[in-house]
T-cell receptor
Framework: GAGVSQSPRYKVAKRGQDVALRCDPI?????LFWYQQALGQGPEFLTY????????KSGLPSDRFFAERPEGSVSTLKIQRTQQEDSAVYLC???????????????FGDGTRLSIL | SQKIEQNSEALNIQEGKTATLTCNYT??????LQWYRQDPGRGPVFLLL?????KEKRKERLKVTFDTTLKQSLFHITASQPADSATYLC????????????FGTGTQLKVEL
């Protein structure tokens, strides 16, 4: 398809397990973003890539969260030693290149709903 | 502290009426403001972008205003339809770099027959 694809759609893990969430952005999109969305809240920024470079990871809540985009296309968000507070929807978005004078809309996937038991 | 506020209470309106949603912000001077629609279990979908030097932007039945003095954006849906029922999110580029969006909490709109 032409949109942003995320997998899995649902993930249930026991506290302490590691999880990996995948994002396939729109082909040709330079920028890729990860957000965390709690129930009833707006998405909160986690991290941003331009091609393979991670330019901003200021939103990652702890060093248990790690994101990569090694070839500038597919991205993986990894959460180590999961905690119950990590339960949320994790959204990925991609966009064409943005700049200070050229703000681009972001195209979102439908997210991965993560539940930590 | 930096804050983006949207009416947390759901907005219920009758079909055919105009829905008006509010986004207020403090301590920012954003160059852009974006509006997104989100349906349950789905990711946000981009609707409109408005720049700080634009007072108003329209797209079909949608209209957005941006008042940088009041630090407020209004989002209007005219001739509303039940299919417009969703949560509407405003988002600001607070860094000015075009790369990082800060979202409000969203307002749930329900259009009734």
């Amino acid at each position: 398809g032409a949109g942003v694809s995320q997998s899995p759609r649902y993930k249930v893990a026991k506290r302490g397990q590691d999880v990996a969430l995948r994002c396939d952005p729109i082909s040709g999109h330079v920028s890729l973003f990860w957000y965390q969305q709690a129930l009833g809240q707006g998405p909160e920024f986690l991290t941003y890539f331009q091609n393979e470079a991670q330019l901003d990871k200021s939103g990652l809540p702890s060093d248990r969260f790690f994101a990569e985009r090694p070839e500038g296309s597919v991205s993986t968000l990894k959460i180590q030693r999961t905690q119950q507070e990590d339960s949320a929807v994790y959204l990925c978005a991609s966009s064409a290149r943005s700049s200070p004078g050229r703000n681009q809309p972001q195209h979102f996937g439908d997210g991965t709903r993560l539940s930590i038991l | 502290s930096q804050k983006i506020e949207q009416n947390s209470e759901a907005l219920n309106i009758q079909e055919g009426k105009t829905a008006t949603l509010t986004c207020n912000y403090t301590n920012y001077s954003p160059a852009y403001l974006q509006w997104y629609r989100q349906d349950p279990g789905r990711g946000p979908v981009f609707l409109l972008l408005i720049r700080e030097n634009e007072k108003e932007k329209r797209k079909e039945r949608l209209k957005v205003t941006f008042d940088t003095t009041l630090k407020q954006s209004l989002f209007h849906i005219t001739a509303s339809q039940p299919a417009d029922s969703a949560t509407y999110l405003c988002a600001l580029d607070i860094t000015g770099g075009g790369n990082k969006l800060t979202f409000g909490t969203g307002t749930q709109l329900k259009v009734e027959l």
